[in-house]
Every structure is written in structure tokens, then in C-alpha cells.
């Protein structure tokens, strides 16, 4: 069984908190603000899961889920920002899901868990 272990990467303390705060006591979830470290993070830990914000300085998230799939093709890749679709540049066949704040807690468990079973299907 993997572990339950997702990253959440946010330039805004105050969203990394309140992700946080509203999913810690259904998964292991790491923070962090700088998407550099996230890579590091996801490199060092095997983490599969990557839920990030799309605006962010220096790397959005979609350069960021770009730089995982090079070193980590199986990760599931979600952004969740404030931004709508159509303000945000991605590529679909790397995303899994795209959220938008402020989030619904009960769709974001399903969009994690449905991660996380897609990744015991591809384990």
C-alpha cells in the first residue's frame, strides 16, 4: 500500500495553513511556499501526489508539474488556484484535476483519494 503522502505548494502562508488545517487528519501532507523546494521534496521523499497553486514567482505551477513529470512520469499532478481555466496555461495531458478557490473540502478528499487509487492501479 503507498503511503498517503501529498505535497502542497503555495506562495501564500495563510492558503498552506488553511490546506493544512483541513486535510491533515486524512493524509500526510508536506508544505512548502518555494516550488524549487517542492522539487527537492518530491526527488528526496517519492512523493506522487503534487497539488500546487498556479501563480507563483519565479515557477507557476504548471512549470512546476513540467519539471516532476521529467523525473517522476507517474505523479499525479493537480493545481488548485484562484485563477479560472481560462486564465491559466496548461497542459491537460499532465494535470488530473484543476480546482478552483475557495475549494469544496469534500471534492478535494475525492480528487486526492481517486489520486491515490489511480496510483495502486499504476503501482
Known amino acids: 500500500m503507498l503511503q498517503r503522502k501529498i505535497i502542497y505548494v503555495d ?19 508536506i508544505l512548502t511556499e518555494s516550488p524549487a523546494k517542492a ?5 528526496d521523499q517519492d512523493i506522487k501526489v503534487i497539488i500546487t497553486d498556479y501563480k507563483m514567482p519565479g515557477m507557476n505551477g504548471m512549470e512546476l508539474i513540467n519539471t516532476v513529470k521529467l523525473f517522476r512520469p507517474d505523479a499525479v499532478c493537480m493545481i488548485l488556484t484562484g485563477y479560472p481555466e481560462s486564465d ?3 497542459d491537460k495531458t499532465k ?29
Not at 522539487?39 to 526527488?43: H, W
Not at 480546482?99 to 480528487?111: C, G, H, L, Q, S
Open 11 to 29: 506562495d501564500k502562508v495563510m492558503n498552506l495553513t488553511l490546506f493544512n488545517l483541513n486535510f491533515r487528519d486524512k493524509f500526510d501532507i
Open 39 to 43: 522539487i527537492e521534496l518530491i526527488k
Open 88 to 90: 491559466v496555461v496548461m
Open 95 to 123: 494535470l488530473f484535476k484543476f480546482i478552483t478557490k475557495p475549494f469544496k473540502k469534500a471534492e478535494v478528499i475525492i480528487y486526492i483519494e481517486e489520486a491515490f487509487n489511480l496510483l495502486n492501479i499504476v503501482a
